[in-house]
């Protein structure tokens, strides 16, 4: 592939290469079990203590970013936010409980999502650039990065942000010698990967997922000159990196 027609593809990493949600949600039905179970003399139902920390958590990332200790604590003050309304005495034990459930999640396995060593061969094999850009605290990433040996495909080209946003994405285009009109971005959130990836004027690969974090779900701006493709499973992202250069190819053969 001539450099014409070689592509800078820049990955998100969790819930896009990597599971990531369905282990948050594994914490939080433990969560809403327990405090259903504390709270039952005053009948609060499941659906408001997920409600209630859906609306903290999402909050508190607007403010510090992906930093590890913002998902226990938002279990803690939606266990202090109930105690509150419902007069239920605070306790320290159940504080420090709540605070052990939250950090495992960090704990657990890291598995991949179907495709990925494939998706990532092949890119590299066609001659394509590949890039990781992803979201949260350097030793708990680069611990993903390295159990599931990507830097292999991404080498040095790894970029760990605590805030996910336009800024972040716009310091890394301008760190290396990218060429916007061949450079995608390629993630799961309409938040931190494909709103920021359109507004720096790149390419866009949204992969949807079932069970989206809120957080990650916002209106997309509309535009004749964006270029966005959806796709349901990370296999498909080859597929539409050649169809848009072989189309690319096409045009400059009838110029």
């Known amino acids: 592939m001539n450099t014409a027609t070689t592509q800078q593809i820049i990955f998100?990493?969790?819930d896009t290469l990597v599971h990531c949600n369905k282990y948050f949600e594994l914490i939080l039905e433990q969560f809403a079990d327990m405090l259903t179970d504390w709270f039952?003399?005053?009948?609060i139902t499941i659906a408001e203590i997920r409600d209630k920390q859906t609306e903290i958590d999402v909050a508190g990332?607007?403010?510090?970013?992906?930093?590890?200790?913002?998902?226990?604590?938002?279990?803690?003050d939606t266990y202090r936010y109930f105690s509150k309304t419902t007069g239920r005495q605070l306790q320290s034990e159940e504080e420090a409980l709540l605070m052990k459930l939250g950090l495992s999640v960090y704990e657990l396995p890291i598995?991949?999502?179907?495709?990925?060593?494939?998706?990532l061969n092949l890119l590299r094999s066609q001659g394509h650039e590949l890039h990781l850009y992803t979201g949260g605290e350097s030793v708990i990433q680069q611990r993903k990065i390295d159990q599931m040996?990507?830097?292999d495909y991404f080498q040095d080209r790894i970029y760990i942000r605590r805030h996910k946003n336009t800024e972040a994405l716009e310091d890394i285009l301008r760190s290396r010698p990218f060429d916007r009109s061949r450079t995608w971005m390629v993630g799961n959130s309409l938040r931190t990967d494909i709103t920021p990836a359109l507004t720096a004027g790149i390419g866009a690969i949204h992969i949807q997922i079932p069970n989206e974090w809120l957080y990650n779900i916002v209106e997309l701006q509309q535009g004749a000159?964006?270029?966005?493709?959806?796709?349901?499973?990370?296999?498909e992202v080859p597929r539409v990196i050649f169809d848009h250069v072989h189309q690319a190819q096409q045009q400059q053969?009838?110029?």
Do not use: R
């Open 253 to 255: 053969q009838t110029l």
């Open 149 to 151: 040996k990507l830097s």
């Open 40 to 43: 039952k003399p005053s009948g």
């Open 111 to 119: 598995e991949p999502y179907p495709g990925m060593v494939e998706t």
């Open 225 to 235: 000159n964006l270029q966005i493709y959806t796709v349901s499973s990370l296999e």
């Open 61 to 76: 990332v607007h403010q510090i970013g992906f930093a590890s200790i913002h998902f226990p604590e938002s279990l803690i």
């Open 12 to 14: 998100d990493l969790d």
